[in-house]
């Protein structure tokens, strides 16, 4: 059973270049959150998709945007990088949009970005 | 003040202690609440959910809530080295999409 998958697993990018991150949630999961990790602090929320619809977004710049495929896939990206993007950028999926009794968010196992 | 507050620790406790991990959030209308657990370099593991007050008992994990005070904690009995990683808090509420973290608490099991 097939738990999240995120590709790819590290990248290593230049100041000012795009990148884009994906994410296959849980089979049967709608819902694909993006979060970015920095050292030593929790996961910042960026993005919700829900049935390829955004549905919620955090406190980040234009430069990051995201969408959401038929098939419930997931693309992150980020322009014109800057060396405040190296992180752990984070896939969560979920049953549902709302995290009501029963429905619990689970972690790919990442993307691990650095900027140069 | 943060949304979400946890000590970063290290909390360290030799093997077979209880560890006791806190949790303090301010949004009031916060209503379910995650635990995860941590390895270094590796991504947020599930461990625990709860969404009433009290005790919720999952193997050697305990979490308790008290949404009067606010505070959400977990308990782990009979500590193993392998628990030693970073524990990390989540809060949601139902009107926000997101999940918000506390900064977590490094947990060191001393064998």
């Known amino acids: 059973d097939a738990g999240v998958t995120q590709s790819p697993t590290h990248l290593i990018k230049t100041r000012g270049q795009h990148v884009t991150l994906r994410c296959s949630p849980i089979s049967g999961h709608k819902s694909v959150s993006w979060y970015q990790q920095v050292l030593g602090q929790g996961p910042q929320f960026i993005f919700q998709?829900?049935?390829?619809?955004?549905?919620g977004r955090g406190n980040f710049p234009d430069r990051f945007s995201a969408r959401q495929f038929p098939n419930y896939s997931s693309e992150l990206n980020v322009n014109a990088l800057l060396l405040g993007d190296s992180a752990l950028y984070l896939c969560?999926?979920?049953?549902?949009?709302?995290?009501?009794?029963?429905?619990?968010?689970?972690f790919g196992q990442g993307t691990r970005l650095t900027v140069v | 003040q943060k949304e979400v507050e946890q000590n970063s620790g290290p909390l360290s406790v030799p093997e077979g202690a209880i560890a006791s991990l806190n949790c303090t959030y301010s949004d009031r209308g916060s209503q379910s609440f995650f635990w995860y657990r941590q390895y270094s370099g590796k991504s947020p593991e599930l461990i625990m959910s709860?969404?009433?007050?009290g005790d919720k008992e999952d193997g050697r994990f305990t979490a308790q809530l008290n949404k009067a005070s606010q505070y959400v904690s977990l308990l782990i009995r009979d500590s193993q080295p392998s628990d030693s990683a970073t524990y990390l808090c989540a809060v949601n509420n139902e009107g926000r999409r997101a999940l918000t973290f506390g900064s977590g608490t490094r947990l060191q099991v001393q064998p």
């Open positions: 709860i969404y009433s007050n």
């Open positions: 969560a999926s979920s049953l549902g949009v709302s995290f009501v009794l029963g429905t619990e968010a689970f």
């Open positions: 998709y829900y049935e390829k619809e955004e549905r």
